[in-house]
């Protein structure tokens, strides 16, 4: 297959899902399926009180609400640069949670100067879709007061057990290397902070296992979208019906049993 010449992307990045129906549905299935190790990842590591929480890419706020949930924070904050998904999210309001319009790659004076800083961060999935990840992550310490906590996690790793799958997830890595982003850079998370900005706290992955049905129907809905990428034009269209018809007969439990084996990376940083 002959791979098309990176685009020259934005500063703010492509996203490779979209922001329309189909994908509000899918983050919605996201945020359940991994709001496990959501869970753990903040309590392990956000133990004192939490006077304002910001969640960066927080999409239609379902990943928002259940930090909001889980830490008790004084204020949580959504930022996103889709005004349909924050216009969707401010329909589910939650007293303490405020959402707002923002490109997470530009620092906060010149992005969002009237967010308060924050003394923790969360990001998931987000930094995968940015073409210049390092970059973004060191302007995500403007939004931090000293001493406040970064945390991130990432794609480090993702197999299915059916061939289908393994098939998505090689096509969804081509598609990304062709906008310049990594699906695997929760793998080496750690090479993008800056130690003028921050301290190491932790680094680590957490590996778990994913029923393959409702992966399938994530990535059935994905392809839907990015199917119609312009750089997925010479993608072998034929194949790719294919892959949605058998995605598909996954989700619905039809071809057999299915596993996802993820590994998730994770990072602390402390905002020097």
Same mark, same amino acid.
């Given at each position: 297959?002959?791979?098309?010449?990176?685009?020259?992307?934005?500063?703010?990045?492509?996203?490779?899902?979209?922001?329309?129906?189909?994908?509000?549905?899918?983050?919605?299935?996201?945020?359940?399926?991994?709001?496990?190790?959501?869970?753990?990842?903040?309590?392990?590591?956000?133990?004192?009180?939490?006077?304002?929480?910001?969640?960066?890419?927080?999409?239609?706020?379902?990943?928002?609400?259940?930090?909001?949930?889980?830490?008790?924070?004084?204020?949580?904050?959504?930022?996103?640069?889709?005004?349909?998904?924050?216009?969707?999210?401010?329909?589910?309001?939650?007293?303490?949670?405020?959402?707002?319009?923002?490109?997470?790659?530009?620092?906060?004076?010149?992005?969002?100067?009237?967010?308060?800083?924050?003394?923790? %961060?969360?990001?998931?999935? =987000? +930094? &995968?879709?940015?073409?210049? *990840?390092?970059? $973004?992550?060191?302007?995500?310490?403007?939004?931090?007061?000293?001493?406040?906590?970064?945390?991130?996690?990432?794609?480090?790793?993702?197999?299915?057990?059916?061939?289908?799958?393994?098939?998505?997830?090689?096509?969804?890595?081509?598609?990304?290397?062709?906008?310049?982003?990594?699906?695997?850079?929760?793998?080496?998370?750690?090479?993008?902070?800056?130690?003028?900005?921050?301290?190491?706290?932790?680094?680590?992955?957490?590996?778990?296992?994913?029923?393959?049905?409702?992966?399938?129907? %994530?990535?059935?809905?994905? =392809? +839907? &979208?990015?199917?119609?990428? *312009?750089?997925? $034009?010479?993608?072998?269209?034929?194949?790719?019906?294919?892959?949605?018809?058998?995605?598909?007969?996954?989700?619905?439990?039809?071809?057999?049993?299915?596993?996802?084996?993820?590994?998730?990376?994770?990072?602390?940083?402390?905002?020097?």
């Amino acid at each position: 297959m002959t791979q098309p010449e990176h685009r020259n992307e934005p500063a703010h990045g492509h996203y490779t899902f979209g922001d329309n129906a189909v994908a509000s549905i899918r983050l919605r299935r996201l945020a359940d399926l991994f709001r496990p190790s959501l869970e753990t990842f903040v309590t392990e590591h956000l133990r004192g009180p939490v006077r304002h929480l910001l969640d960066l890419g927080c999409g239609p706020g379902h990943t928002t609400r259940a930090l909001a949930a889980v830490l008790r924070a004084n204020r949580v904050t959504g930022l996103d640069k889709s005004p349909l998904l924050i216009e969707e999210a401010a329909r589910t309001p939650v007293a303490n949670v405020v959402y707002q319009v923002g490109d997470v790659t530009r620092s906060r004076d010149e992005g969002v100067p009237d967010v308060p800083p924050a003394d923790a %961060l969360y990001s998931r999935f =987000l +930094l &995968t879709h940015l073409p210049h *990840p390092r970059h $973004a992550l060191s302007m995500w310490a403007s939004y931090l007061t000293d001493g406040a906590a970064c945390l991130l996690q990432e794609t480090a790793a993702i197999a299915g057990s059916h061939p289908a799958l393994a098939r998505y997830y090689e096509l969804v890595a081509d598609l990304q290397r062709r906008h310049g982003q990594r699906l695997d850079i929760g793998r080496s998370l750690s090479d993008l902070l800056d130690p003028r900005l921050y301290n190491l706290r932790y680094s680590g992955e957490r590996r778990f296992s994913l029923p393959g049905f409702r992966m399938a129907e %994530l990535h059935r809905l994905n =392809l +839907l &979208t990015w199917r119609h990428d *312009p750089l997925a $034009a010479s993608f072998d269209q034929h194949e790719l019906d294919s892959l949605e018809g058998e995605l598909g007969q996954i989700a619905e439990g039809r071809a057999g049993q299915a596993i996802v084996e993820y590994s998730m990376g994770e990072l602390v940083l402390e905002r020097r």
